[in-house]
């Protein structure tokens, strides 16, 4: 029974969580803001060859649209076509009291609005243990045969910089996550602003994704058939690794708080609660929560 318990524990505490599923997308292109084809074809894009995580600032010397409603900072990205479906996690992550409340625009090979994903489609997720304030949404593409990329231009719009987004305060999600009585205190509230930071993770499958972009037959017209060339295509080298920075030591009076803690959930048969108590000891530095966590567990 103990070595059972403590399979579980261990197996549990490696799970990551799903993405969390947005609203639906408009995926007709024509309620988005129009883009002149001059402006795209100016645009650098940027190649993300899957599967890859990477991290985007978007700062005031990033590329900037201000035309009709679109304004600020914005991402370009291309995405290869013959990979199969695409499934392409976009987070916008909060920085302070701010957020860039993110709107995608997906444009087929020949650069052709194909789907739209306002910003309402990318909702606000709690902080986590190990993760912060953020938007959030997760796109399912199936580009049609015969193309050799896709494009995602990624910005921000007059409406949204005029809108806030609530969220929650940290010891509020703290105390909820390891199953303590959540405090009465304010939220605080995120303005929206032109820049901001966000990670786009792109994984590849041959099972079908739930929009199509582009045409599954070439149009007989010469003009429309010659795909546009957008910026540098070339896969970008991947910068060099840096080195995390281990944390500090955790001070004895908070080692014997999280131990204590662990020790007192196993005893009580909330595993859970002990194993968000050994993420959290860790994070901050603990250097014997994990032993403590499975001494617990064999007794």
Not at 92 to 97: D, H, L, R, V
Not at 138 to 154: F, M, R, S, W
Not at 230 to 253: I, R
């Amino acid at each position: 029974m103990k070595k059972n318990l403590l399979s579980l524990c261990l197996s549990l505490s490696l799970m990551a969580a799903a993405p969390a599923v947005g609203h639906a997308a408009q995926n007709d292109a024509n309620t988005a803001p129009a883009i002149s084809s001059q402006t795209l074809r100016n645009l650098s894009w940027t190649p993300l060859v899957p599967p890859v995580t990477q991290d985007v600032t978007l700062g005031t010397s990033s590329v900037q649209i201000n035309q009709g409603e679109i304004q600020g900072a914005v991402g370009a990205f291309a995405l290869p076509a013959d990979r199969g479906s695409l499934e392409i996690t976009l987070t916008s992550i909060a920085t302070g009291k701010t957020l860039y409340a993110p709107n995608v625009l997906v444009l087929d090979e020949q650069m052709r609005p194909a789907a739209f994903y306002p910003s309402s489609y990318f909702p606000y997720q709690k902080p986590g243990i190990v993760s912060s304030d953020r938007l959030e949404g997760t796109l399912k593409l199936t580009p049609a045969l015969g193309q050799k990329q896709i494009y995602l231009l990624v910005y921000t719009t007059r409406q949204d910089l005029a809108g806030t987004t609530q969220m929650t305060n940290p010891a509020k999600a703290f105390a909820a996550g390891v199953g303590n009585a959540v405090p009465d205190i304010p939220d605080p509230i995120a303005r929206h602003t032109p820049t901001g930071t966000l990670s786009i993770k792109v994984t590849a499958e041959q099972r079908t994704g739930n929009v199509m972009i582009g045409q599954i037959f070439p149009s007989s017209a010469p003009a429309a058939a010659t795909p546009v060339v957008v910026g540098n295509t070339q896969p970008a080298a991947a910068p060099a690794a840096t080195p995390a920075k281990p944390n500090e030591p955790m001070l004895s009076d908070s080692e014997s708080y999280f131990n204590d803690a662990i020790k007192k959930a196993v005893k009580a048969g909330d595993v859970d609660k002990a194993l968000k108590l050994l993420d959290e000891a860790e994070r901050l530095g603990s250097k014997t929560a994990r032993k403590t966590f499975i001494e617990s567990v064999k007794r």
